[in-house]
């Protein structure tokens, strides 16, 4: 794990001082992080970059995870499609599991810290145990086509907590209590993002029979329908009747989303006629994800609905070329046609793909273009700063705060 002074050569020295400056002001106070997973997802990735570091700025911070079954979890990812508006069959029973498996929940875990940051819907019914101290509900997800039932259910917990964090204008919601816009963010120092050798992007190609005969086309994700893997399938055979080329798809699981295996036997079966689709399923090695984005020559990312999308940032951030959905968080990350394409169908991703493959001195301007948009606005030591300043700002009820 990188120090906190080794982000100076890549964001500057004036931002390490200012976070050490803002550090120095929450000491005396005590920070716990609550999700639903260790592993796997954007959340846990983010939790393990950022938790380290808010301790090695003498910031008392604690992370924990929420304990439920499978049955809990199914529910839960019930709720996160309702809420990113894909449709779903909700029951009264669902909601009584999802309470039965809070309330274990709130007997197990202490909550006696100054601030309690509650990060997505799994774990937000434990505000029950709020007391004198300050709860946060951070949302991953993009609300703008919420299903009114679930919004309805959660909307029973919501308004007690002291505030609300969303990653986009367009996913807040009207609510009465004060709410923070933070984007997410990627660390450049983690294995996922770090510069590597190319001898060992090679090896890992070489690992997984991947040759480097003709361009290679990857989207890296989870196995789920919101990631859209049959749909990348359908762009990259209209891509192929025009630019030779492979696919690589790729990705892990999440502890909290039971639908994944499911999902890759899918892609598996409409990918087994062609030989140049190569369908991984990696553990959590992040040196293996950085290397095969890497050797990408595009990156897709034809999400349905996206939160944020930390794989956009990552592919920029290495200059790679990338056709992304205009969906959810991503239109933060992609400027169309400055840092990225933006694409809206099947057949729109497998336009821009060709387009980039036709025209490699323009895919690397737009690649060039949005490293530098990824290195001042998506870099986890803005990240910390928004963080930090707002858990300062739960102590001052005026909009500005002052140091």
Known sequence: MANIEEYAPIVGQAIIDDLRLLADRLKGKTIQHINSTSAGGGVAEILNRMIPLLRELAVDTRWDVIKGNE????????????LHGRKEEISGEDFDIFRETSDEN??????????????????????????????LWRCHIDLSQANKKVWEFLMEY?????????????????????????????????DKNKDLPQELIDGVLRKYNIPKDKPIVTQISRFDRLKDPLGV???????????????????????????????????????????????????????EINALQRASTVILQKSLREGFGLTVSEALWKARPLVASNVGGIPLQVKHKY????????????????????????????????????????????HLRDYLLLFLSLYHKEDIVYL
Request: aromatic share 8%.
């Open 71 to 82: 049955r809990f979890f199914g529910v839960t990812k019930k709720f996160h499609n309702a």
């Open 158 to 190: 919501l308004p007690r907590y002291d505030s609300a964090v969303f990653s986009a204008p367009s996913f807040s919601r009207k609510l009465p209590i004060r709410q923070f816009l933070i984007s997410p963010s990627i660390d450049p120092l983690s």
């Open 233 to 287: 399938i359908d762009a990259y055979l209209l891509v192929k009747k025009s630019v030779d080329c492979r696919l690589i798809l790729a990705g892990g699981g999440a502890a909290d989303d039971p639908e994944g295996a499911q999902v890759l036997e899918e892609a598996r079966e409409k990918a087994k006629k062609d030989k140049d689709i190569h369908i991984l399923l990696l553990p959590q090695n992040d040196i």
């Open 339 to 382: 840092s990225g394409l933006l694409c809206h169908s099947v057949e729109g991703a497998a336009f821009a793909v060709k387009q980039l493959l036709n025209n490699p001195e323009y895919a690397g301007k737009l690649g060039e273009n949005g490293r530098e948009h990824i290195r001042n606005n998506f870099l986890i030591t803005r």
């Open 106 to 135: 709130i007997r197990e875990i202490s909550t006696s810290f100054d601030i309690v940051f509650i990060h997505d819907p799994q774990p937000i019914a434990l505000i029950k145990k709020k007391a004198d101290n300050m709860w």
